[in-house]
């Protein structure tokens, strides 16, 4: 005989301001959607009530007795919460770290692209196994800072075999796997002595592509000086969608370049970096459905100029942030760091700023379940120890995050 399916409830109350990024009538804060003295009721994991905290259901009540259910009452006791961060750009599967490369820069020396190959070596060497401790351990630092969906990329392995090591590691933490096999020219095919870029997309595109694809809903090119020229990036983006796979991209970070014109043109789902932008680049995005995400920890941690995310709001494109977490440019995965440093120097508002890392995330990531509170959206949600968003720019480097929800249950 078939058992009822067991449910489960959450009901949050007391909840003095509730960012629902889902704004309507009577809501303030434009596009954050605030409602006040608020209570949100969530079923196997999805939103089905949001209301004055005054007119919450009695869950008890609600239940289907005889059905078994399982009831979460949360008292936020008058703090703030708001939808779980979305990641979209993250590289979490590597071995090593580069905390010297990151001294030296400190020390005056310039981030390059190539740094990411001593990387590969170290990746190359880890065992699945000790790669997996470690985006475990990834996983859980990034609950603790309120993020409940992230992307990730491959990228560290760049031959057939080890790509297809880390997007299947990947894929065991997250839906949202990206196929970055074009990060850099590995060096064994290095010319002078290996057979040169054109020769390694050749395998990109061809066996490492077919042993990725199964894995991964995204494929990612960094289209840059150093890296990949737009002719090859196209390449590679275009075999991965006619392979299935959703396009984003790498452009911009390290001086204006095509990248976000190719990225527009392919109708990529988010360009990523966008910090050297032409005004042509900036009409491009404005008028098309591909978002511009900013990683200010990159900015941070290269000592480069930060985007200028106000010039691109103005002109009407979307913005996402992300933490593009990494051990060379940005070992951050916090994006409440994220937002403090786009707010003190990328011109963002904190209204901005928290709607880039909630819903312009999952807009980079073509997702509309996750990003928002409102009804038949994932409970996925972040109880801050403060009253409002605004303190998340406005005390920087403070643990705010109380506890961290995903899908109806604690992750944090
Ligand atoms: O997104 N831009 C290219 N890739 C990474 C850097 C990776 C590294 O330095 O290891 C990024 O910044
Ligand atoms: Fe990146």
Redesign the pocket.
């Known amino acids: 005989m078939a058992h009822p399916a067991a449910s489960s409830r959450l009901l949050v109350t007391g909840i003095g301001e509730l960012v629902t990024n889902d704004p309507q009538p009577g809501r303030e804060g434009g596009a954050l959607g605030i409602v006040r003295d608020a209570a949100l009721l969530a079923e196997d994991g999805v939103i089905t009530w949001i209301g004055p905290s005054a007119e919450a259901p009695d869950v008890e009540l609600a239940g289907d007795a005889p059905h078994p259910h399982h009831v979460e009452v949360l008292d936020a006791g008058g703090r703030a919460v708001i939808p779980g961060f979305v990641d979209s750009?993250t590289?979490l599967v590597?071995g090593g770290d580069?905390a010297d490369e990151f001294a030296a820069r400190m020390a005056g020396r310039a981030?390059e692209?190539g740094?990411?190959r001593s990387?590969v070596a170290a990746t190359r060497a880890a065992s699945d196994d000790e790669l997996r401790a470690r985006l475990a351990g990834f996983v859980a630092e990034l609950h603790r800072q309120g993020t409940t969906t992230f992307e990730v990329k491959s990228?560290?392995g760049l031959s057939v075999r080890d790509e297809e090591r880390l997007v299947r590691l990947a894929r065991e933490v997250t839906d949202e796997v990206t196929f970055?096999g074009a990060?850099?020219v590995p060096f064994e095919f290095r010319e002078p002595d290996g057979p040169g870029a054109d020769a390694y997309v050749d395998v990109v595109v061809g066996e490492m592509l077919a042993a990725c694809a199964p894995h991964a809903r995204w494929v990612d090119a960094?289209c840059?000086r150093g890296?990949f020229f737009a002719a090859q990036s196209r390449r590679v983006l275009e075999a991965g969608a006619a392979a299935g796979l959703g396009v984003r991209v790498?452009g911009n970070?390290?001086g204006e370049g095509d990248g976000v014109r190719l990225a527009v043109e392919l109708d990529a789902a988010s360009v990523?970096?966008c910090t050297y932008l032409a005004d042509e680049d900036v009409a491009a995005l404005a008028g098309s459905r591909t978002v511009a995400t900013l990683?200010p920890g990159?900015e941070f941690s290269t000592r480069q100029p930060y985007p200028d995310a106000r010039r691109l709001i103005d002109a009407g494109v979307t913005v996402a942030l992300a933490s593009?977490c990494?051990?060379?440019?940005?070992f951050t995965s916090s994006l409440p760091f994220c937002i403090a440093v786009a707010v003190r120097d990328m011109g963002m508002t904190p209204a901005e700023a928290l709607w880039a890392s909630t819903a312009g995330g999952a807009a980079a990531l073509r997702r509309t379940d996750v990003g928002t509170l409102r009804p038949g959206s994932r409970a996925d949600l972040v109880l801050l120890d403060a009253p409002s968003h605004v303190h998340l720019a406005y005390r920087p480097g403070v643990p705010l995050i109380a506890e961290t929800w995903k899908d109806g249950a604690r992750v944090a």
């Open positions: 750009h590289h590597f580069r981030y692209a740094g990411i990387t990228g560290y970055l990060h850099v960094f840059e890296a790498h970070q390290l990523d970096h990683l990159v593009d990494n051990p060379g440019s940005s």
